[in-house]
């Protein structure tokens, strides 16, 4: 069975754990988190979209880690979006940098200084997106790569996936998808039989898209 859960503070993160180790729930898990901040270059903003699409699924992924199976069934699937892919970046540097992330310590870095850039008002010019929800989704990539990095020894596999345009609140009803839909892709990947061990990739329509894109 494959477990959607959708985190907004630390209490829902809280909460998670304790289902989990309360019910000693297989391993496959779901991360869905959206939040769409007005792009009025407000540092605040950009700090609570990056609270809620990035750091707090990294809180809750790395919290439950340590509770999934090394028996190879273990899955994690990240809801991202190809509004994150690395081509929405500028600057040949960023793109190289966020394809290159080798720790949570440096997506951090990297992060805060996009919430600096905005701060000054020079974020654009210095080849960041104008979307805060794009390089929210941006930074979930590379943390996802991380992060499979971290477990692969442990073999349980970290993706992340694209749900498509989807008629939801997020999109005001007007996408070209339905919910049960998008979220086919996303129960595909994690229940991915154990033999079929694929991992730090980034998925839209059950394919793999290439590192460099995302």
Not at 148 to 158: F, L
Not at 163 to 190: F, Q
Request: hydrophobic share 35%; charged share 20%; proline share 3%.
């Amino acid at each position: 069975m494959c477990r959607c859960h959708t985190i907004k503070g630390n209490k829902s993160c809280v909460n998670v754990i304790q289902f989990h180790e309360k019910t000693q729930a297989r391993g496959e898990k779901v991360n869905t988190c959206h939040l769409v901040a007005a792009d009025n270059g407000h540092k605040v903003d950009a700090r609570h979209t990056l609270a809620v699409n990035l750091w707090g699924v990294a809180d809750v992924t790395e919290s439950l880690l340590p509770l999934m199976p090394t028996d190879g069934t273990a899955r994690v699937v990240m809801m991202g979006s190809r509004a994150g892919q690395v081509r929405i970046l500028g600057s040949p540097q960023l793109q190289d940098r966020f394809t290159n992330v080798s720790s949570r310590a440096d997506l951090a870095q990297l992060m805060d200084e996009w919430v600096s850039s905005i701060e000054g008002g020079q974020s654009v010019e210095q080849g960041w997106p104008k979307s805060m929800y794009g390089a929210s989704k941006l930074a979930l990539n590379s943390y996802t790569r991380v992060q499979a990095k971290e477990v692969e020894q442990q073999r349980i596999a970290v993706n992340s996936c694209t749900p498509g345009y989807c008629s939801t609140d997020l999109t005001s009803g007007k996408g070209n998808k339905t919910a049960y839909d998008g979220v086919k892709i996303a129960s595909w990947l994690a229940t991915k039989p154990p033999d079929v061990f694929e991992t730090g990739c980034f998925w839209a329509l059950e394919e793999k898209v290439q590192k460099e894109h995302f």
